[in-house]
């Protein structure tokens, strides 16, 4: 079971690592979702440093579960978030925050029942 949340826990930090620095060096693709979403561009970086919360979080769950259990649901807070997003203003493009909801809720749900709730 550890191998599994581990491999996973890396996979996912290592997904929203790259979403994370992207958004923080001000790639024009985290610069054109908010202008499409509605959103004012100021957010960005508030969003690329969740996503960079989250990644050290499940690194750091590796060695806290309850760290690791709290990164992963903020991440599949987020995600779900970013598809409403997404949704709310009719755009269909959601396979990319389908495959990162997906893995932080795998994330989440080998790391409860590798370490339980706590």
Partial sequence: MFVAF???SILGAVFNGAAAVTYLIGHEY???QPD???????YVPVLGALLAAG???LLAGL???VLG???ASGLVLYF???IIAHLRVGSRDIVGGIVFLATAVTALVLG???????
């Fill in 55 to 57: 990644t050290v979080g």
């Fill in 63 to 65: 060695a806290g579960p």
């Fill in 30 to 32: 985290p610069k054109s």
């Fill in 69 to 71: 259990t709290l990164a």
């Fill in 36 to 42: 499409m979403k509605g959103i004012p561009r100021k």
């Fill in 6 to 8: 581990a491999t996973v």
């Fill in 80 to 82: 779900i978030g970013a």
């Fill in 112 to 118: 409860l029942l590798h370490h339980g709730p706590w």
